[in-house]
Nanobody, 121 residues
């Protein structure tokens, strides 16, 4: 599975962005998918994950109520709608595919290249 994330950019605090991650391969719909982020000097951290069917989602406490993860298996694509953005959301955002609905990086086998999100105050 190859993943291509896009949609990052520069936005003011309180604004919104929508990230997308397109996957190649016929088995996309069998994978749980996740979003992680990594700020400079920090470890990569969990943001959100969604089950293969889209029926289950989990979020980090820091983004709950502001971010929404979704997927369209017909388009082999997942999304991360980010609202009410804060400067502390600034990071490189990575999409990932794995076999389990987990919040740790070790649970994912395939990673996108990352897309930069910068939130100005």
């Amino acid at each position: 599975v190859q993943l291509q994330g896009r949609g990052g950019g520069l936005v003011q605090a309180g604004g919104s962005l929508r990230l997308s991650c397109a996957a190649s391969g016929r088995t996309f719909s069998s994978y749980a998918m996740g979003w992680f982020r990594q700020a400079p000097g920090k470890e990569r951290e969990f943001v959100a994950t969604i089950s293969w069917s889209g029926g289950r989602t989990y979020y980090a406490d820091s983004v709950k109520g502001r971010f929404t993860i979704s997927r369209d298996n017909a388009k082999n694509t997942i999304y991360l709608q980010m609202n009410a953005l804060k400067p502390e959301d600034t990071a490189v955002y990575f999409c990932a595919a794995g076999g389990l609905l987990v919040v740790t990086t070790t649970g994912y086998d395939y990673w996108g290249q990352g897309t930069q999100v910068t939130v100005s105050s």
